[in-house]
């Protein structure tokens, strides 16, 4: 978000915001997006170079990354949701 807003005013309010639709796109419907890696699933923003990648557990989703998409994909792959 700072790396935006260095670049230009309010981008990385634009950035925020963004990040926002989508995690309320993933709440709305979070079995819709396609899976990725076991039981990962991802979701890109519209806007930015970023998804959120997470997974559903019962009644639980957990965000393990936001995750640029043309750097180190995959960096966040060894992490797991609480026990």
Known sequence: MLWYEERQPRLGSDFLEEYRA?????LNEPERWRKIRGDNRKLNFHRFPYAIVYSVRADALYVKAVMHL???PFYWSRRNPPA
């Open 22 to 26: 989508t995690l309320g796109r993933i």
């Open 70 to 72: 043309h750097r180190r």
